[in-house]
């Protein structure tokens, strides 16, 4: 009787599995902090993206970890980058999965911050004109590559708009924008810097992320992305801010995705390893209030699990 009147139901299409790409690696490293998570060589990637199509997973999302950084981001948008070659291996292999690319500066910075910095004296300013020209550059790059849809994650000014019109200057009007809309500082993205080698060497990334207070600016930078042409906007961290994503679901109807990032992936694993609660009822609860609360997407490190977990 409860499955005949059940208003939320969970399926694979509902994941989005991020992966994890590095120039540096043969083999595949677990992230200490994320277990079960793991770092990817290449060619573990290209099996990973195998795997999740197999078990009916729709989408990826990858990020890459270059073997150089340095001061202007050039591996961000190199065409031989660790992303673009993911990219190009992963359609090779597996036409029909949806291949989504994180786009930011972060893990290609000497600095570890997500755009162009001038530092003065004790001070240091991320120069958002300057970071939109190179990120606009670097989804260009995805989308030569073959991306489906490039995923905007550094919370400029401006980004959505820039990348559609470069985008659309090279003849890739098909390439979709899935639009960090509204991101938060928050304290959950712990796990993340890890896995992806991106912690800010000075300073903190408040200056450009969100305040968690501010639910009424949070609609207005969606606003702004939809005007530029965002096709899915994002909410990111996911439980704390439910609230958010229902507004964002509501207020402006598009498709939108939610980040249940890898603090919050963290927090549940380190309960059920004390015994807390049982880890697969505890994910299928979250889970179904990401959905229930408006999200289209969820973009979580459980992907492969959930497309067992939610079969029948
Ligand atoms: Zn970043």
Known sequence: M????????????????????????????????????????LTD??????????????????????ARKDEQATA?????????????AIKAAVPDLVVITDVCLCEYMSHGHCG????????????????????????????????DLVAPSDMMDGRIGAIRELLDANGYEQTGIMSYAVKFASVFYGPFREAAESPPQFGDR??????????GEALREAALDVEEGADILMVKPALPYLDILWRVRERFGKPTA???VSGEFAMVKAAAEKGCFEERAAVLEIMTSLKRAGADLIVTYWAKELAEWTRN
């Open 76 to 88: 961000a948008f190199a065409d031989d980058g660790i992303v673009q070659q993911a990219v190009r």
């Open 2 to 41: 409860r499955n005949l009147v059940r208003e939320t139901k969970l399926s694979a299409h509902d994941f989005v599995l991020p992966l994890f790409v590095s120039e540096k690696l043969q083999e595949r490293r677990e992230i200490r902090s994320m277990p079960g998570v793991f770092q990817l060589s």
């Open 258 to 260: 939610v980040y249940h």
């Open 45 to 66: 990637s290209v099996q990973e993206a195998h795997r999740a199509a197999e078990l009916g997973l729709q989408a990826v999302l990858l990020f890459g970890i270059p």
């Open 116 to 147: 162009v910095t001038r530092r003065d004296g004790e001070h240091f300013h991320v120069l958002n004109d300057e970071s939109v020209e190179l990120l606009a550059k670097t989804a260009l790059s995805h989308a030569a590559a073959g991306a």
């Open 206 to 215: 408040r200056s450009y992320q969100m305040d968690s207070a501010n639910a």
